[in-house]
């Protein structure tokens, strides 16, 4: 599964670099939690780490990836009523392999490259666009990729085909 990762790793880094699409490059060692990318010498004030949460219905028939700050909560049902859907869940870790190319502790919207049939939809809080920067596993966890803001919404994302849906936790939290 390394080589696969490694693999994933060269489309992503190549699909950011034939779109002269800006970001910084940094391998380092497996980072298999949010704690663990917080610690890295180049996380700084400035570039948001998000926690990237995979998601599908009761059905394993639709499924979200969820991209939100390190340090608001998860909780369940606020992210399934902001999205529209009833009881959402973790999605089982064998679709990830099968929709997104990843392995679990990899998971990142950058791996959206790999759903062709567009099957998966993009949700974020709304808070993780409030720093310079944001940074992203190339599709493995052993090396990250950092944008400025604006070049990961408005250039990757779009050259991905990739609408995001932006949910204000903070206001349905306080409900």
């Known amino acids: 599964m390394q080589a696969d990762l490694l693999k994933n790793r060269a489309e992503i880094l190549d699909f950011l670099c034939k779109n002269n699409i800006p ?20 996380a700084t004030e400035d570039v948001m780490f ?53 392995t679990s502790g990899s998971v990142s919207p950058l791996a959206l490259m790999y759903d062709q049939e567009k099957r998966i939809v993009f949700g974020y809080e709304k808070a993780i666009r409030e720093t310079e920067k944001i940074a992203f596993h190339p599709c493995d966890n052993s090396a990250t990729v950092v944008f400025r803001q604006e070049d990961f919404w408005k250039k990757a994302l779009p050259l991905l085909g990739i609408e995001g849906i932006e949910i204000d936790l903070s206001a349905l939290t306080e409900e």
Do not use: W
């Not at 497996?30 to 663990?36: G, K, P, Q, R, V």
């Not at 998860?74 to 190319?101: D, I, N, Q, W, Y």
């Open 23 to 42: 970001h910084e490059y940094y391998e380092h060692e497996a980072a298999m939690t949010i704690e663990d990318c917080l610690r890295l010498p180049f």
């Open 50 to 102: 998000c926690k990237n949460i995979f998601l599908c219905n009761r059905q394993k028939t639709n499924f979200y990836l969820f991209v939100m700050k390190p340090s608001t909560p998860f909780r369940t049902a606020v992210v399934s009523k902001a999205l529209g859907v009833s009881r959402l869940s973790f999605a089982p870790e064998e679709s990830l392999p099968e929709l997104l190319h990843l």
